[in-house]
């Protein structure tokens, strides 16, 4: 807490008081950059018989610092026998009185001091008083994010790429009602023959095609008698395996026939009836969520005489059948493959293998490389403009990364990953609204909490910065748990951190600071300095560090 002494200067006699110390008290008493601002209240007293009843006092307060100063909008008091529109100090009683000041932070302003400006007038004449001091310096540990903004791993877009995929291969075998045999015109129908095919194919295809099974599930539809029902579906399945395994033999492929039959297929009648523009379709679907009892669902839809003959003409017909379906895997090509491919012909690569491919080399170099000839081959597809922005940011090339993702942005204006990452950069440039409604535009990208964090911290939401990193460990996380005062998580947060640079030092030595362990303080400012030699200086100003000048000295 930092005393202040405001003049009460000239009576009717025009004698002058001296100046006091200690009218005035400031909150925060060690002053705080937040959300790029420096706020500060001060509180104070006038005494009784203090303020002169002719006087007008006119208050600045101004933060000086090295190479300038910031002032804040001035506050007037005035006399009893003063007429104005100011505050009026009780010369008898005294008067309490509260002034708040902001401050636009900039780095400078973290060795400074705050001074109010006093200005006396009595009647036509006014006299400069000297500047009074209140506070010391300002603790702008929050501002660090430009830093901690900066060594953020940038939103990748990732490649879609799958060796194996899994794929299936469906067709039906109709049935007419009440039957289970296989008729001749359904072997000629396109469904069967492209069924049979695909067996050709697997077979004659062992490199890209592998078969996994094959599946028959066979249905009746739910009209009639359930027993019946139960019968007809069993007798389906029957008549639908002996024609797999019968093309299993004729095309020499060997593997696992999966069956299962369904007596009476409401699931399938839903599904159907749902899609469908039959009449009164709702009530159908109604009467389905009522009963669960088939005989009773069975019984309330044939009453509704208006649509059931569209029912037996349009939807029942399609669930007397057996599905055969054939499971397999699509195989892509190895690692090595796609490499080859990208060395000989590029051409030949899928967007997602061209992207897929740059995560195959450690180079990034090569991965620029990869990333460019995806961009003349795909020029429409974001990713690759995105991830050269990725390597761009990482090395601290701005200008080209700013070029790439506005590239990005004219291919996919939603991209998530270059939204996050141009919010990134509007928060390296202290543009906090910007990289606000970047960063919501790329709130699906998978890196996006990490720069949503960073913009936290640098608009004062310690707490929700915290919450929003989790058990994450990079310095913009222990930041975020060290302006949330959450000392011990900050800790093992740094300690976790498997690259630990410059910062994370630093950022260890402010916690030994915070929780007054001298000896955490030099060992950490030591080993920061040592990686980053303009930290020493930043240290020398710091408010964090003011009690360990011997610490700084031996530097």
Avoid at 87 to 103: D, F, L, P
Avoid at 414 to 423: M, P, Q, V
Avoid at 476 to 492: E, H, R, V
Wanted: aromatic share 8%; hydrophobic share 40%; net charge negative.
């Amino acid at each position: 807490m930092v005393a202040v002494a405001l003049v009460a200067l000239c009576s009717c006699s025009n004698k002058m008081n001296q100046l006091a110390a200690d009218y005035f008290t400031v909150s925060p008493e060690v002053l705080e950059a937040v959300n790029g601002e420096v706020p500060v209240t001060m509180h104070g007293t006038f005494p009784a018989k203090f303020f002169a009843k002719k006087a007008v006092l006119t208050v600045t307060p101004v933060l000086k610092y090295e190479g300038g100063e910031a002032t804040s909008e001035p506050y007037t008091f005035q006399g009893e026998k003063v007429e104005g529109n100011n505050q009026t100090i009780s010369y008898k009683n005294g008067s309490n009185v509260t002034m708040k000041a902001n401050y636009d932070y900039i780095p400078a302003m973290a060795k400074s001091e705050l001074y109010l400006r006093p200005v006396l007038r009595v009647g036509s004449k006014s006299k400069s008083l000297p500047d009074v001091k209140v506070a010391d310096g300002v603790l702008a540990t929050g501002e660090l994010y430009l830093a901690t903004a900066a060594s953020t791993k940038p939103a990748y877009a990732e490649d879609a790429f799958q060796r194996i995929i899994e794929q299936a291969k469906q067709a039906n075998i109709m049935f007419l009602i009440q039957q289970a045999n296989l008729r001749s015109s359904e072997l000629k129908s396109a469904d069967i023959k492209a069924f049979t095919e695909k067996l050709k194919e697997i077979k004659a295809d062992t490199k890209n095609l592998a078969l996994e099974n094959v599946e028959v599930s066979a249905y009746a539809s739910p009209d009639g008698d359930v027993s019946l029902n139960d019968r007809l579906a069993q007798n389906r399945q029957k008549t639908a395996v002996s024609y797999v395994n019968e093309q299993l033999k004729k095309t020499k492929v060997s593997t696992d026939v999966d069956t299962k039959y369904t007596a009476e297929d409401w699931e399938g009648f839903q599904e159907l009836v749902s899609a469908s523009n039959i009449e009164d379709k709702d009530l159908i679907l109604r009467v389905l969520s009522m009963y669960k009892d088939p005989e009773t669902r069975e019984r309330e839809i044939k009453n509704i005489s208006s649509v059931y003959s569209d029912l037996a003409d349009e939807i029942l017909p399609q669930l007397r059948r057996a599905r055969l379906t054939i499971n397999y895997q699509l195989i892509g090509r190895s690692d090595d493959e796609i490499l080859d491919a990208y060395k000989a012909t590029p051409s030949v690569l899928s967007v997602d293998e061209l992207l897929y491919a740059a995560t195959l080399v450690n180079d990034n170099a090569k991965k620029e490389e990869i990333y460019k000839k995806t961009i003349d081959l795909y020029p429409n597809d974001y990713r690759a403009y995105n991830n050269i922005a990725q390597l761009a940011y990482q090395k601290g090339d701005y200008d080209t990364a700013k070029t790439y993702l506005e590239k990005a942005i004219k291919a996919n204006p939603n991209a998530a990953e270059a939204n996050t990452n141009l919010g990134l950069m509007e928060l390296l440039k202290g543009n906090r609204a910007e990289a606000e409604a970047y960063l919501a535009k790329g709130a699906d990208a998978v890196d996006n909490a990490a720069a949503l964090g960073n913009l936290y911290i640098a608009q004062g939401q310690y707490a929700r910065a915290a919450s929003t990193f989790g058990d994450t460990k990079s310095n913009a996380a222990a930041l975020a748990q060290i302006m949330a005062k959450d000392y011990t998580k900050a800790k093992s947060t740094l300690n976790d951190i498997e690259a630990a640079d410059a910062y994370t030092y630093y950022l260890k030595a402010i916690l030994g600071a915070r929780t007054n362990k001298a000896n955490e303080v030099a060992e950490n400012l030591a080993k920061a300095v040592a990686l980053d030699r303009t930290l020493l200086e930043k240290a020398k100003k710091d408010v964090e560090f003011v009690k360990y000048a011997a610490a700084l000295a031996k530097l």
